[in-house]
């Protein structure tokens, strides 16, 4: 099976290639890089990546510009059809403004912007983005955001908890997200938004490799299905 990605790019995003290289490293094909102004997507979609970076300098509100890109009408309708969509930083604060997601990425609790590795708790394996990884295993990837601030009110909190919809936790805290959140799956598990930057751990030179199991897990699943 060939297994067809599509990095989205917008105005401000800087992750787009490092996503690009995970994506074309665990696969052995290059993903195809997909323009914010576009108005559709590739056929035969596998996987679709919004990145992370500061799309429209963040200008109103972290990712509520792109959120109305053209391209967003597409990576919706393909969400909805199952396509695999993963958002990193950047690409959860578009998802929640795009309503792909609930809740919302506000400024972090220390006014300051974040950047290093944090601990986390995988929260549940039942999404292909969490396959390669055990319940309950502790992995340590990279964060760099100053809006990561994850918020929603305590009836969507407890029903994410419920729905076993919280996929990641912070084990230290990082900036401020209700309940320690740090990543978040949609009601048909096929949509993840993550503050950490699974991108940037995916080789030793880097300093870890916790990154890679999400990729790989994803691959296998969508090759196996």
Request: aromatic fraction near 6%; include cysteine; charged fraction near 20%.
């Amino acid at each position: 099976m060939s297994w067809r990605a599509a990095v989205i790019t917008f105005p401000g995003s800087n992750c787009d290639r490092d996503m690009a290289v995970a994506l074309e490293r665990v696969s052995g094909a290059a993903p195809i890089r997909v323009w914010h102004g576009d108005a559709d997507l590739p056929d035969r979609l596998d996987f679709i990546a919004l990145p992370g970076g500061f799309s429209y300098g963040d200008y109103l509100r972290s990712g509520a510009m792109a959120a109305v890109s053209p391209i967003m009408r597409a990576v919706a309708a393909a969400a909805g059809r199952g396509v695999p969509v993963l958002g990193v930083c950047n690409g959860f604060q578009v998802l929640t403004e795009a309503r792909l997601l609930p809740g919302a990425l506000l400024r972090n609790a220390g006014q300051n912007f974040i950047c290093r590795d944090v601990r986390l708790r995988v929260e549940t394996t039942q999404s292909l983005f969490i396959a390669g990884y055990e319940s309950g295993q502790e992995i340590a990837i990279p964060v760099a955001h100053h809006d990561g601030n994850y918020f929603a009110d305590e009836s969507t909190l407890d029903r994410l908890e419920g729905e076993g919809r919280v996929a990641l936790r912070y084990l230290d805290e990082c900036n401020g997200s209700r309940r320690d959140i740090a990543g978040v799956l949609n009601e048909a598990g096929n949509v993840l938004g993550m503050m950490p930057h699974p991108e940037r751990a995916i080789d030793p030179a880097h300093g870890g490799t916790d990154g890679l199991a999400l990729f790989q897990g994803a691959l296998g699943a969508l090759v196996g299905a």
